[in-house]
């Protein structure tokens, strides 16, 4: 079954504390991204790879980090948790920008 | 940076309504997308646009691109229960995607 996965799919920690959301799709796609979704703002891109080592900012990528390694794992990393990172992260993959994007089940993080 | 403004909001219907949702920006956008997501999952893609002026249809639902690439609508006629959801377009350009703020839509039975 094509998908996209992501771990955890709850998380709540404190500030300061480095964690790492991990995703991983099994369709050979090229392009992975992920967003954040918060009531009235929608969902925002932070980061997205077109590509094996190739990232680019989206349009909120401050406090975040990320990894291309393999073509399927795209994980996300917060070294510095703080509280206005609390939101519900959705990770995803497409073959390229204009063919259907695929989205992971949402991790929902909460930073005390 | 939010390029894309969706109305309405919030929008509650009876079952058999005809409803229509916007979709602006004053950017343009290589191609417009929209999805429909449900609570406590991820969007699913609806439809893609490329083509200024561009229409399609789903079934019930129509999606318009504007001829300059700036805006869209999606129209649904004669609306179901199952209709109901979050409702998201997103422009591309460049590699990157811009979304909307979203209209939530509630069909009464």
């Known amino acids: 079954e094509a998908q996209v996965t992501q771990n955890p799919r709850y998380l709540i920690t404190v500030t300061g504390k480095k964690l790492t959301v991990t995703c991983s799709q099994n369709?050979?796609?090229?392009?992975m991204s992920w967003y954040r979704q918060d009531p009235g703002l929608g969902l925002r891109q932070i980061y997205y790879s077109m590509n094996v080592e190739v990232t680019d900012k989206g349009d909120v990528p401050e406090g975040y980090k990320v990894s291309r390694k393999e073509k399927r794992n795209f994980p996300l990393i917060l070294e510095s948790p703080s509280p206005n990172q609390t939101s519900l992260y959705f990770c995803a993959s497409t073959r390229d920008p204009t063919d259907t994007q695929y989205f992971g089940p949402g991790t929902r993080l909460t930073v005390l | 940076t939010q390029l894309l403004e969706q109305s309405p909001q919030f929008l509650s219907i009876q079952e058999g309504e005809n409803l229509t949702v916007y979709c602006n920006s004053s950017?343009?956008?290589?191609?417009l997308q929209w999805y429909r997501q449900e609570p406590g999952e991820g969007p699913v893609l609806l439809v893609t646009v490329v083509t200024g002026g561009e229409v399609k249809k789903l079934k019930r639902l129509t999606f318009q691109f504007g001829d300059a690439r700036k805006d869209s609508s999606l129209h649904i006629t004669a609306a179901q229960p199952g209709d109901t959801g979050l409702y998201l377009c997103a422009g591309v350009t460049g590699n990157q995607f811009y979304f909307g703020t979203g209209t939530s839509l509630t069909v009464i039975p």
């Open positions: 369709m050979n796609h090229e392009y």
């Open positions: 950017s343009v956008f290589s191609s």
